[in-house]
Structures are given as structure tokens and as C-alpha cells.
């Protein structure tokens, strides 16, 4: 007959492929072309006879329906796939519309109902049982929940970072950076705190990132600590942190203006650069000007000595990693003498950082690291500087 619909069966429960076998042949307007245990043999069926509707099981060896729905529509672009489980699950239903299924039905409908919704299927319409409605329905409403709980967490984010470029819940401390020859203060680094936040101001950071905030929260905090430098000894220099994004940002001279001789720019990302040579040309129009470039916790990954190598700085900041314990440890008084001899031979300034201990900073002296910042001295807090203790210190070679 010119209207027949011609159907194949896939399931992997033998007593199922009779039963719906059966009930087709009591069909004039049905006429099936075969049946298939597993998703191979479906696949292969469906390209010997291209059947119109193609009734698979969720669940069946060789791949599992999915992979069976996939496969049939790329060899048989006309078959109307009709997706057979007794899983009810809303993963299921997802799965299989995902490969391209246009109809649903739970094992052990009724028989009218599958009739019914093969030949709806077959001519260009869906079929989903109620339980699939109502399971469909319940996880699209969860997605959009989820997707606005997302949104609403977002925006409550955003709105919390934009308070923090604002200078609301936000402050800057200084830590100085010694001679430890002299005692004297040659610099001090600016760091950003967040009140009212157990994390780190690293993980506050992130969390602008994560809001495309991340280089407005850093710009504001490198403002606030250029209006501090009339507060700071007129001989030291200030040092802030900045992201290779925000070193490439070309609003940055602007905001550095006249203050460029008297500032030193850590780079603090750890992440690869894409462009060294753009990063370097946007820095040698700063540093023309009398800007110092740094590089940040050298000696904690292989990304701090690539920048050192590719972005030629004037200072190298070693860890604390390297620098803490370094008076009792030989494989990190290796390291760092590794490093003087680096910076010597490159013309650098080597400073360590997280010096705690005088030990430490024995040690440090003796393999010739002269310049340092750490709890040793000073924690960071308000301006002005103050550095206590020197005296205590022993003298150099001592």
C-alpha cells in the first residue's frame, strides 16, 4: 500500500520485540521491516531498508539508544526516530532528544498509544507520553531555576566587586622594601585588602575576573596607591601589582602620568601570554618614561623566569618559597644563589620576599640578596613606614 508506514523495532528484551511486533501486524497502515537487538543491528537496518519510523530502546547494548538514534538519522536522514525505555528519568528524555528522537514513550503504554504515536510521528508530529511530559516539563523549569539562581548570583557579584572599584569595603596597606646593608627604605609595596572578607584578596581578584571586572578593580587600586606616593620617603619608589591585561591596557600611562619615575610594576599573572612582543612594546613606552618593571614570585612556576626571560625586567622578586626556612635548607640557598647570579649577570636588583626570620635574612645577606621586604621588618599597614629593629640585626659577614 502507497500509505503504509514502515516501522523497525530495536530492543534488547526479546519478549518485547514480539509483543510490538504482534500489534503491528494487526495494523493495516503499519508494516514493519524488522527488529533489532542492539544498536548495531538497528544501525544496519536502517540502512538496508530506511524505514519511516524507527522505535529504539534507550537501553541496549552496542552504544545504548543515543548512539543508535545518532547513527540512523546520519544513514537515514528521513527515519522519525521514536525513543522506547522504561526509565522515566529526565536524563533519558534530554539524552535521547539531544540525538534527535521526535517522540517518547514509556514501556508498557497501551497499545493504541504507541499506534497512535507512531503514525503521528510518521506524519511529521511528536510524541511524548504524559509521564515524559511531566518529567520534561519538571527539568526544563530546574534548568531555567538554575540558570536564573546563576543570574541573580552573578549580578549579586557584580554589584559587590563595583562597590570594591568604588573604594567601598576596600583599603590599601604598604609594606616597605629594605637595604639590608643600611636599614634604609628604598620602596614600599602596595597591597589591596577587602574588608568584611574571609578570603584572600587573591580569590577577590578571581572573583572580578570571573565578572569581567578584574582590570577596573586593579586600575582603582593602582590609583589610590599613586595619591599615597607624597606620603611615602622622597627617595623610595612604590610598587604595585598588575595583571599582563592591565600592563597591556593602553589607559595605564594615563593613570601612571608624572609618577612613572617613581614606580616599579610587578607582574603578578602567572597565566601564558599570548602576545609577548605587544606586552613588551606597551611596557617600553612606560618604562621610557622612567617606570621599573618587576617581576613577581620568581622561583614559584616556570611562568615567572619565561616573563623574566621575554619582559627583560629591573627587578626579580623572589618567592617566598625559595626565601622561607632558606637558612636551614641547602637545596633553596641553592636556588637562590642561582638567582643572584641570574639578576647579577642579566644587570637586575634581585628582593626577597616573606623574609621572616633573622636567619633568614643572614642567610639572605650572605649569598648576596641586599634588598628584602617580610614580617622581619615590617607587616603591612598604614603609611606612614616605619621599619623597627635594625639594630638587632647582625652585621653583614658576621
Request: glycine share 8%.
Amino acid at each position: 500500500m502507497a500509505d503504509t508506514i514502515r516501522v523497525m523495532i530495536a530492543d534488547d528484551e526479546a519478549e518485547l520485540r514480539s509483543a510490538l511486533a504482534e500489534l503491528l501486524a494487526h495494523e493495516e497502515e503499519l508494516e514493519l521491516i524488522g527488529t533489532a537487538a542492539d544498536a548495531e543491528e538497528a544501525i544496519a537496518l536502517a540502512v538496508d531498508h530506511r524505514p519511516d519510523v524507527a522505535v529504539v530502546d534507550v537501553v541496549m547494548p552496542a552504544g545504548g539508544g543515543p548512539r543508535a538514534t545518532r547513527e540512523i538519522l546520519r544513514s537515514s536522514p528521513g527515519t522519525r526516530v521514536i525513543a522506547l525505555s522504561a526509565h522515566e528519568d529526565r536524563r533519558t528524555v534530554l539524552e535521547m532528544f539531544r540525538a534527535g528522537a521526535v517522540g517518547y514513550l514509556v514501556k508498557g503504554a497501551a497499545g493504541g498509544d504507541i499506534v497512535q504515536s507512531i503514525v503521528q510521528v510518521a506524519r511529521g508530529g511528536t510524541s511524548l507520553s504524559a509521564e515524559v511530559i511531566d518529567s520534561l516539563v519538571s527539568e526544563l523549569s530546574s534548568h531555567l531555576r538554575r540558570e536564573e539562581e546563576a543570574s541573580l548570583d552573578r549580578a549579586g557579584r557584580e554589584r559587590r566587586i563595583r562597590r570594591l572599584v568604588a573604594g567601598t569595603g576596600r583599603r590599601l596597606v604598604f609594606q616597605p622594601i629594605v637595604d639590608m646593608q643600611t636599614g634604609a627604605i628604598v620602596g614600599a609595596e602596595a597591597l589591596t585588602r577587602f574588608d568584611d572578607d574571609d578570603r584572600s584578596p587573591e580569590a577577590t581578584f578571581a572573583e572580578a575576573s570571573r565578572v569581567d571586572l578584574h582590570l577596573e578593580l586593579e586600575v582603582a587600586a593602582i590609583r589610590d596607591a599613586l595619591a599615597r606616593l607624597p606620603d611615602l620617603p622622597a627617595d623610595a619608589y612604590l610598587s604595585v601589582n598588575a595583571s599582563c591585561a592591565t600592563a597591556m591596557w593602553p589607559g595605564l600611562a594615563e593613570v601612571v602620568g608624572a609618577d612613572a619615575g617613581r614606580l616599579v610594576l610587578e607582574i603578578t599573572e602567572h597565566e601564558a601570554v599570548e602576545d609577548y612582543e605587544a606586552l613588551v612594546e606597551r611596557l617600553e613606552r612606560l618604562r621610557e618614561r622612567g617606570m621599573r618593571l618587576a617581576i613577581d614570585d620568581a622561583g614559584a612556576g616556570f611562568a615567572s623566569f619565561r616573563h623574566a626571560l621575554r619582559l627583560g625586567p629591573d627587578l626579580i622578586k623572589a618567592d617566598l618559597s625559595i626565601v622561607r626556612g632558606i637558612d636551614a635548607d641547602d637545596g633553596r640557598r641553592a636556588l637562590a644563589s642561582a638567582l643572584v647570579s641570574f639578576t647579577r649577570q642579566m644587570g637586575m636588583t634581585i628582593v626577597a620576599e616573606g623574609v621572616e626570620t633573622l636567619g633568614e635574612l643572614e642567610t639572605l645577606r650572605r649569598i648576596g640578596v641586599r634588598f628584602a621586604q617580610g614580617y622581619v621588618f615590617a607587616r603591612p599597614g598604614p603609611l606612614p613606614l616605619r621599619v623597627e629593629g635594625f639594630k638587632r640585626w647582625p652585621a653583614s659577614g658576621s
